[in-house]
């Protein structure tokens, strides 16, 4: 189907341009995503409350496990999934002792389905959701051959969240004065499965943010084989009472299969980033970061530990004109350095459909084998539609903590997107204004993502002409740069108003379907907050908070994400002190504690926290 589909575009894009069409990147508007094409329980969708949607196809194949197809993000604000990979499993597991004794490899000739399956529970999988595997297999023993059929719950789907996803505020810098406050934790939701391979137990996590992000996890549990028990002082561990018993030390080398499609695209590319120290500058030298394009398949390892890379979409951007793209990022890997495999961190080579493994591979149709005969075979060949193979090394060193049972560690890296959005998938509807240089400090309590430009130079005095009359072309009144624009009104019921009266505010000139908060000024107090209708217009029945102080003021309507104001002037009096000699009620007491609520209310209010909009999915 993926052959397919590429052989379609090129085709499609070969005709473009017989026919004389300009073809032009892929920009929000122009991006057509691949049709999703799995449904029912084979189908993974979930939405976030900042409105980033993530939807892919999984399965579990009876050697790679947990295989996740058609994987794709919708940005917050765009209307269609952009597709980030095609396919990713676990294209290996491969497992050397430092004894020379065993090399394991664990996907190929065992498997992380089948009978290696794990059955899970709902206690493991806690809050989240199982979904069932149905698997068939044969197997031969004694001249006998029987084939199993079993149906159990295999996938755990669990919501996951980790504080403090960013933080900002906006407060001058050495300031301890409070002001808003943008912060947020991370939302996110992780798919697993546990496979079983002899005393060894594997958890398989992909883990997707609303971000934008995908980690990719192989967890080790289980326990210590008393086979592994073979090793000496040099290639293993003392566990247990003594020194006499050593476990063997021995490698897990997780090789993972990327396969890309960025957002659908039949041509990309692959970059290789390095920094190095440059020329002294004013303060330290400079240090320079440049780009070489990994022009063929080949392995690649880190020249040190600021090399970086990323796959790229050439023809795909997004709206501020840079190419969209996904980095790798990694926590740490350990290479062994015994297989030539084993050596790069990264290897890349071009899509083909028989290349399955990274070692030992099963597909006949292949005569190539590993990773290293995967990139000879394609020496010279342009890289243009990258299967990245990552390296996740981990060099277990047994320690006494491993028994019984071991404690699980895992082995992890992730890709984090570049440029796919102008900001960021996380942005709050508060800072959306904000893309590029702001140009001063950002001051969104006095209206929402308003930026504080430098001020104007004043400009010079008109010079005369040769007359000794002003220059006709210059004048003393300056030009207002927002002249002739749509401006934003608001009317109010009365002018005059006590703390805790209830007013009516009506309005017109703002966007559609906004938000307009509306506050109390000078000192700003937050008042409440009105929707525009589809003409513009705001009308709605407000409260003055009861800690309002007496005295002129003004009432000030902004735009959520228009950023557009409008004020009105008002009066706040004191409220006509109570007839002396009434009881003291219930009813009394309530409005008191009201307004001390209401007080508490304004005292918090200094900080304000905007939270983002719901837009919450449930899995399909």
């Known amino acids: 189907m993926k052959n397919l589909r590429r052989t379609i575009a090129t085709a499609a894009a070969g005709l473009a341009v017989a026919a004389g069409l300009a073809i032009v990147p892929a920009t929000t508007a122009t991006a057509a995503p691949p049709p999703i094409e799995c449904s029912g329980d084979a189908l993974i969708e979930k939405s976030f409350d900042n409105g980033t949607s993530w939807q892919m196809c999984w399965r579990v194949d009876s050697k790679k496990g947990l295989v996740l197809e058609q994987v794709a993000v919708r940005a917050p604000g765009e209307e269609s999934y952009r597709r980030v990979l095609d396919s990713v499993y676990l294209g290996q597991l491969h497992v050397p002792y430092d004894t020379g004794k065993n090399v394991w490899n664990d996907i190929t000739s065992y498997g992380f389905g089948n009978q290696y399956l794990q059955k899970l529970s709902g206690a493991e999988c806690g809050d989240g959701e199982l979904r069932d595997a149905a698997q068939t297999w044969t197997t031969t023993r004694g001249g006998v051959t029987t084939t199993w059929m079993r149906t159990i719950p295999a996938l755990c789907i669990t919501d996951t969240t980790s504080p403090m996803a960013y933080r900002s505020h906006e407060q001058t810098w050495g300031s301890i004065e409070d002001a808003p406050l943008f912060t947020d934790d991370k939302q996110g939701f992780s798919l697993q499965i546990i496979s079983k391979v002899d005393w060894y137990e594997y958890a398989t996590k992909i883990e997707f943010t609303d971000e934008g992000t995908i980690s990719f996890d192989l967890g080790a549990t289980g326990d210590v084989s008393y086979e592994d028990f073979d090793a000496d002082a040099t290639t293993g561990w003392p566990i247990g009472t003594g020194d006499t018993a050593f476990a063997a030390s021995h490698w897990h080398n997780a090789i993972w299969r990327l396969d890309f499609g960025l957002d659908g695209q039949s041509t990309m590319a692959v970059e290789q980033y390095d920094s190095e120290l440059g020329e002294q500058g004013e303060k330290t030298r400079l240090m320079h970061t440049s780009p070489q394009t990994i022009a063929s398949p080949t392995g690649v390892a880190p020249a040190d530990d600021l090399t970086w890379w990323r796959v790229l979409a050439p023809n795909s951007v997004n709206a501020d004109g840079h190419e969209r793209s996904y980095e790798f990022v990694f926590p740490g890997s350990q290479l062994y350095q015994g297989d030539p495999v084993t050596q790069p961190l990264l290897t890349f080579t071009n899509y083909n459909a028989c290349q399955e493994y990274a070692t030992n591979n099963l597909n006949t149709a292949c005569a190539e084998k590993n990773l290293v005969e995967y990139a000879a075979a394609g020496a010279g060949q342009p890289l243009t539609d990258p299967v990245a193979w990552v390296n996740s090394g981990f060099h277990h060193v047994v320690r006494d903590e491993d028994q019984s049972p071991m404690q699980t560690h895992w082995q992890s890296f992730t ?192 900080i304000v926290i905007l939270r983002r909009r719901h837009n919450a999915g449930t899995p399909v």
């Open 415 to 606: 890709i984090i997107p570049r440029d796919w959005t102008s900001t960021s998938m996380g942005t709050p509807e508060g800072r959306s204004c904000i893309n590029g240089d702001p140009g001063g400090e950002i001051h969104t309590d006095e209206s929402p993502c308003e930026v504080v430009e430098p001020e104007t130079p004043v400009d010079p005095e008109p010079q005369p002409t040769e007359t000794g009359e002003p220059n006709p072309g210059q004048t003393d009144t300056p030009t207002d740069p927002g002249a002739g624009a749509e401006e934003a009104t608001i009317a109010l019921s009365t002018a005059t108003l006590t703390p805790g009266a209830s007013f009516e505010l009506t309005g017109e000139g703002f966007t559609p379907g906004e938000t307009v908060e509306v506050t109390l000024h000078s000192d700003p107090i937050a008042v409440g907050a009105l929707t525009v209708d589809a003409a513009g217009a705001i009308t709605g029945s407000l409260k003055l908070p009861a800690s309002a102080p007496v005295g002129d003021h003004t009432i000030v309507a902004a735009g959520a994400s228009s950023g557009l104001t409008a004020s009105a002037d008002v009066t706040v009096k004191a409220a006509a002190p109570a007839a002396a000699g009434l009881a003291v009620t219930g009813g009394g007491i309530a409005t008191g504690v009201a307004i001390a609520g209401a007080v508490l209310l304004a005292l918090g209010a200094a």
